[in-house]
């Protein structure tokens, strides 16, 4: 008897317990989230912006986490608001909002076609230093964005805007970066990805050949459609390493996908391939102690290269057998679909070449990253906020090799040079049809992404894989925005969320 009185108070404590905490959440205004400083120091992806520089007091946001109560109705989802209170250190940054915001979804096919602010924001700023507005984060509840999305992140020149990309994910190119992008515009737009479901840690499925079966035997679901629902397996992207086949690839991708990828000048990706893929590892163990420089290593490969290439055939990388044998010559034009048996026919190869011309919307250069991008987004009707990135998969340093060296690679790697030259000519005449703001909008969009690292990034960290490979990694800052985050955070993090969510 007296344990269930025990029991009983103890039951009541919780409940009264309960009730308190709600009350005390829904009157208190203490909690507080720090803005991003403002943008006082210009940065690029490729330089580091110096630790010791002094930054301005970030703004203080006072509560604003949104009461929010999620209905679908008519494929809608509504999210209410209380009204919010921003203060900031340098100045007076006020905004005041009741209402309802609402996101207007598409739930048959799974993709946010419109999002919309029924209500307008009131918004008074009188800071000289605050680089920041305020607007709703749906996903944190966090009022806490950028400029940069509130001027250019809603708006796009033509429409409707291309939700559907196959994006052929090629080998050191700085494909990670652009497939980031990608996977950000998918996630963000809640589209269905291509994965093999039997790799959840990057869903690549590199050089299987993939067939009108391959749904059914390697891919994850698309949202919303049950395991074996085989005929409903359509998708709305692919940017994971997969090999080019254009007329399987229709089979399982929606009506309409827009087909992209990215090469690189062969002197600068097959040296990044050759420190990734440790290629030296052909060499006998005599020979491989006489060379420390990645220049010295390539030009005792390229002495011997068939002989060095055919010992990789026999050799192990990520369990499996003679991988990096594939990985050792043209490994773009394999990447893109054309096997190695046909590189030595000149034919063939312009055959293939012509081919990637009629098919490929964009094939975006390395070397010219931000030009192509701008071709991208007016090609899709993507808005600005769309092309943001910050480089992933970045080496810190990358050594300069003489040019005569780069030659001897560029004829080792003799089809990847011909598409490269190839689709150089395309770009440029894609951005003469851009027309004449081409130049204006490139160096908009080069501070743009000055800005947005600055925004961004607090600090950056080195992460090192095998020998020879190391690549920096980010931190985004402390109290940024939720499209700070999904940009800054590593490729691994962002395809979690993206399988999680699918899965």
Known sequence: MMRRKVLQLLLIGCVLLTFTSLYIYN??????????????????NEVFPDSDRRMLPAPIIGRALAKNDRSEVGGTDVIERRELNIFSHEGNLRLRENGTMRFASNKTNNSVTDRTFYNKTNLESKSEHSNTVVSRNT?????????????????????????????????????????????????????????????????????????????????LPPIGVKMTDYNNYKYNIIAIHVRYNRHVMDSFMKPNTTYISIIRDPSSQFESAFSHFQFDDAFPINERRKFNTTKDKLEHFLKKPNQYRDRLKLMSWEKTMGLRWYYARNNQAFDLGLDHKYHMNKYMVQKFIDRLGREMTVVLLTEYLNESLLVLRKKMCWTWSDILYIAKNRRPQ???????????????????????????????????????????????????????????????????????????EYQPRVGSSYECKLLVESKRNLFKKIWTRQK
């Open 27 to 44: 009157s208190s205004s203490s909690y507080v989230v720090p803005l991003p400083p403002f943008n006082l120091y210009r940065s690029t």
């Open 139 to 219: 996903t944190l509840g966090v009022f806490a964005r950028s400029k940069l999305w509130a001027n250019y992140g809603t708006t796009s020149n033509c429409s409707p805007s291309k939700t559907n990309v196959a994006f052929i994910k090629t080998h050191k190119t700085g494909s990670t970066t652009l497939g980031h992008l990608i996977n950000r515009y998918g996630y963000h737009n809640r589209l269905s990805f291509v994965m093999n479901k039997h790799s959840r840690h990057n869903g690549h499925l590199v050089y299987y050949n993939v067939t009108k079966d391959s749904p059914r035997l390697k891919f």
């Open 398 to 472: 990358v050594e300069t090799l003489p040019e005569l060296l780069r030659e001897k690679i560029r004829s080792w790697n003799d089809v990847d040079t011909m598409m490269y030259n190839n689709f150089n000519r395309t770009l440029w005449k894609q951005v003469k049809e851009y027309g004449q703001n081409f130049q204006k909008d490139l160096s908009m969009f080069k501070e743009m992404l000055n800005q947005v690292f600055t925004e961004c990034v607090s600090t950056q960290y080195q992460k090192s894989q095998g020998r020879d490979f190391h690549w920096v």
